[in-house]
């Protein structure tokens, strides 16, 4: 036997979702759990919603945001670096020039070393080039 129509709707009332607000935790990392945490709904509630009202399903919504969140930090460390703190020039130097602290030595552009006897008895060190 069904219900009785009453005129007024079944189940509960929708959720506003801030969409902006959702952004904002995804750019800073944050995962579906945690976001539909914060937002106060289900994680399906929120994975759903964005399907419907996004036209992606979480998991594309979620890696584009996070990318935009990742590119925004690049460019904040970038202008941090430009701007001349050495510490932020030392990690893209690594990353995207290959720059080592340690590298191994490269002696062969040097040549041999000749030691030359003087008349005073001193020594002095000459590199000679190949």
């Not at 106060?40 to 994975?47: A, I, K, M, V």
């Amino acid at each position: 036997m069904g219900r009785k129509a009453t005129g007024k709707p079944n189940g509960r009332p929708c959720i506003a979702v801030d969409w902006t607000a959702i952004d904002r935790l995804l750019e800073a990392g944050c995962s579906g759990v945690a976001v539909a945490s914060a937002i106060g709904c289900h994680p399906n509630t929120l994975y759903q919603r964005c399907v419907v009202e996004m036209g992606m399903s979480f998991c594309e919504y979620f890696r584009l945001k996070r990318a935009a969140g990742n590119a925004l930090i690049r460019l904040r460390q970038f202008e941090i670096a430009i701007g001349g703190n050495c510490a932020m020039l030392i990690w893209p130097g690594k990353q995207r020039l290959g720059q080592t602290n340690h590298g191994p030595a490269n002696h062969s552009t040097l040549g041999s070393i000749t030691v030359v006897n003087f008349s005073k008895g001193e020594k002095q060190l000459l590199f000679c080039r190949k």
